[in-house]
């Protein structure tokens, strides 16, 4: 009856958790579309005006930024190699990140110390980082070309070379996210309950057959939530690009995230930054709703 009561009261006053949620959340939503939400719609719309920052007014053009997006070689090649190189990173971090978690969940001593130590990464200041690497790959003073010269090899020079920039581009998003995904991981592997692997046991199944029929089956709805949020992140990937090659040499390393700072900011081309980050948002979603939808399809048919 007290219950009842009170729950009585509350649709009298008509104070029902909906609105209370609404207003709590309130302050939080308009921060977002301050700060965020109005910014990032305004980017979207420039991409079918013309303005490049000295004239007195934008021009409305239509989808001739996105024309102009698609015949421009250089667009086309950053596109591609944001696509492939994010694709990469991913599929690095998420296998990285697992075989982190199998080690974390084992029971050795002092794991709460090993789990730390794999989360740093996660939590160092990518600035700091790049002006390490910097400092370690330099061609004339960098520690890497100091020790080839004491070992009489021929040093490589990662500043001109196109090729080692992706590499260590690639090293660097690896080692920063395996941290998170492994922790992600690590929250899925011990949410699978462990009567199912003693009943394996007692039916005599071995190592390899109790991670392909517990283990993934189990790791499933987390599978989903890394693949996703690591889609997102690669391929908006833009720190390591700008501190440690900024984009060289020649463009050569050159992704899309980048390519819209620096039209934006550094070329005043409003226009077109605005249809390439319009662009990659589409991109973006399409290639997590059809991993969403492929998963869910998967879970399904299992």
């Known amino acids: 009856m ?4 009170i729950e009585q009261r509350k649709k009298k006053r008509g104070w029902t958790d909906p609105k209370r949620a609404l207003v709590i959340l309130a302050p ?15 980017g979207f719309v420039l991409g079918f005006f013309e303005w490049r920052g000295i004239n007195p007014q934008p021009k409305f053009i239509w989808f001739e930024n996105f024309v102009t997006f698609f015949k421009n070689s250089l667009y086309r090649e950053i596109l591609w190699r944001t696509i492939w190189l994010g694709v990469v990173t991913t599929a690095g971090t998420v296998l990285c990140g697992f075989g982190a978690a199998l080690l974390m969940n084992m029971p050795l001593k002092g794991r709460g110390a090993f789990r730390s130590l794999w989360y740093i990464p996660a939590v160092t200041s990518t600035v700091a980082i790049s002006q390490v690497i910097q400092i370690m790959i330099d061609p004339f003073n960098g520690v890497l070309t100091r020790i080839f010269n004491a070992n009489g090899w021929t040093p490589i020079n990662f500043v001109d070379s196109a090729t080692w920039g992706y590499i260590v581009i690639i090293f660097y998003s690896i080692w920063k996210g395996v941290g998170g995904s492994a922790l992600l991981w690590l929250a899925g592997l011990q949410c699978i309950d462990a009567s199912l692997y003693e009943a394996a046991e007692m039916d005599g199944a071995n190592t390899f057959q109790k991670f392909l029929h517990i283990t993934l089956p189990g790791l499933r709805p987390i599978v989903t939530y890394i693949v ?38 550094f070329n005043f081309n409003f226009g077109m930054a605005g249809a390439s980050s319009l662009i990659l948002a589409i991109i973006i979603f399409v290639c997590s709703a059809s991993y969403y939808l492929f998963s869910k399809r998967r879970a399904n048919d299992a």
Do not use: C, H, R
Not at 2 to 5: E, P, R, T, V
Not at 231 to 242: F, K, N, R, T
């Open 28 to 42: 939080m939503i308009l921060w977002w579309f301050l700060a965020a939400g109005f910014p990032m719609l305004f």
């Open 228 to 265: 996703i949020t690591g889609i997102i992140g690669a391929l908006q990937i833009y720190e390591p690009v700008a501190f440690i090659t900024n984009g060289g040499p020649q463009n050569g390393t050159m992704v899309l995230a980048l390519k819209i700072v620096k039209d934006g900011f």
């Open 2 to 5: 007290k219950a009842g009561s």
